[in-house]
Nanobody
Framework: VQLQASGGGLVQAGGSLRLSCAAS????????MGWFRQAPGKEREFVAA????????YYADSVKGRFAISRDNAKNTVYLQMNSLKPEDTAVYYCAADRTDPAYYSGSYYFHPSAYWGQGTQVTVSS
């Protein structure tokens, strides 16, 4: 699976952005998809994930109620709608694909080390 993220940019606090991640391959619909982010000097962290069918979604507490993940299996694309953006949302956002839904451990969600990763897209939120 090859993943291509897009949609990042510069936005003022309180604004919105929608990220997209286009996947290649015929088996997109069999993968759980997720978004992670990494801010300068920080470790990569989980943001949101969605099951292969779209029936289950998972969010980090920091984005719950502001971000929404969705997918269109006919278009091999997963989206992250980000509303009410804050300066602390500034990071490089990465999409990922895994064969199972994310695992929950010690307060966060994780994909397996074998997950596929796309290149990142920069999101910058100005105050």
């Amino acid at each position: 699976v090859q993943l291509q993220a897009s949609g990042g940019g510069l936005v003022q606090a309180g604004g919105s952005l929608r990220l997209s991640c286009a996947a290649s391959g015929r088996t997109f619909s069999s993968y759980a998809m997720g978004w992670f982010r990494q801010a300068p000097g920080k470790e990569r962290e989980f943001v949101a994930a969605i099951s292969w069918s779209g029936g289950s979604t998972y969010y980090a507490d920091s984005v719950k109620g502001r971000f929404a993940i969705s997918r269109d299996n006919a278009k091999n694309t997963v989206y992250l709608q980000m509303n009410s953006l804050k300066p602390e949302d500034t990071a490089v956002y990465y999409c990922a694909a895994d064969r199972t839904d994310p695992a929950y451990y010690s307060g966060s969600y994780y994909f397996h080390p074998s997950a596929y990763w796309g290149q990142g897209t920069q999101v910058t939120v100005s105050s």
